[in-house]
């Protein structure tokens, strides 16, 4: 058949040859930056199953935090971590030597960061860092807004971390409890998404003795992968849980349309409440957060379909204003 050729415009293009650094080096370094100075953002993975978002989010299996902080084959999510501890310590040995005269012991320079991980599988939401096969850890938690209008998850863990280590163990922990399963595109297919949540409270103190808070949140977000369920062949509970996985992604996918139409001047109603994920979302996507989508795809021909749909709402979200 004579099909037309299709091209499409992005920030970046990663091929086949680049390392996990690359991506970090783009996308990451960037993100930490802003989470520093006070501007909430997401990055989230977005693909069909099987496309490498968990490798690229989270990166290759390792026994624990201290080998994954070792290994390069690790991912975004370790790596901004990483980054992360760095510059905030280095920045605080910067202020607080700049700072400190005579007798002075008060830090110029003083930050808090708390971690949250959950996963909404089947449209419930599941705390991720509650000890498995816990009451706890079965019950699902509620979306709700606050005085502010902001979107939270009610009586979901945040656990305060003091190293990369101690970031790093959360995260191994949560990944431990998501639910995962074999389909015929993917031995190990995620079945929920995944959000991994930093907070940041830096207070920082001025030469005049003026305090200054700012409080910023970082979220890193691992889609469950869109598919075709007569290529996955699944059945019963996981027919279920495709059903839900491709009815979130497509409300995910009309939200950024109507977020671009607004973008162009048009009047439209977002909804945000179609699913979970878009009103967990709605702040990364339509607030005032930076946010950064990373669309993986599959080399084979025989994904054409697929590939085509993610290039489409990649290029569709890089509108939004």
Do not use: W
Request: aromatic letters at 8%.
């Amino acid at each position: 058949s004579t099909q037309q050729e299709k091209r499409f415009g992005f920030d970046q293009v990663f091929t086949e040859s680049c390392e996990q650094d690359d991506i970090f080096q783009d996308a990451g370094r960037a993100a930490v930056e802003n989470t520093i100075k006070g501007y909430n953002g997401s990055i989230f993975a977005y693909g069909q199953t099987g496309s490498g978002k968990t490798f690229t989010m989270l990166g290759g299996t390792t026994a624990n935090a201290h080998e994954l902080r070792l290994s390069s084959m690790r991912g975004l999510t370790p790596r901004i971590l990483d980054y992360l501890f760095k510059r905030l310590a280095a920045l605080s040995r910067e202020r607080n030597a700049a700072f400190y005269s005579g007798e002075e012991q008060e830090r110029a320079l003083q930050y808090t960061l708390a971690c949250s991980y959950l996963e909404i599988y089947n449209e419930k939401i599941f705390d991720l860092l509650e000890p498995s096969g816990s009451v706890a850890a079965q019950q699902p938690k509620s979306l709700r807004e606050d005085r502010n209008k902001e979107v939270y998850v009610d009586q979901l863990r945040e656990i305060d971390v003091g190293s990369e280590e101690e970031a790093l163990t959360l995260l191994q922990l949560g990944s431990q409890n998501r639910h995962i399963s074999s389909t015929d595109m993917n031995r190990e297919s995620s079945r929920s998404h995944a959000v991994f949540s930093v907070k940041l409270v830096l207070e920082e103190r001025t030469s005049a003795g003026v305090k200054r808070t700012r409080r910023s949140c970082l979220h890193l977000v691992d889609l469950a992968g869109s598919e075709k369920q007569r290529q996955t062949r699944v059945h019963g509970k996981r027919l279920k849980e495709a059903a839900q996985i491709n009815k979130s992604l497509s409300a995910l996918g009309n939200v950024i349309m109507a977020l671009v139409d607004v973008s162009n001047g048009q009047k439209r109603h977002v909804h945000y409440r179609d699913s979970k994920l878009t009103f967990l979302l709605r702040d990364a996507l339509g607030g005032n957060a930076i946010t950064s989508i990373v669309a993986t795809i599959s080399p084979e021909e025989k994904y054409f379909t697929e590939t085509l749909s993610t290039l489409k709402f990649a290029q569709r979200a890089k509108f939004i204003k």
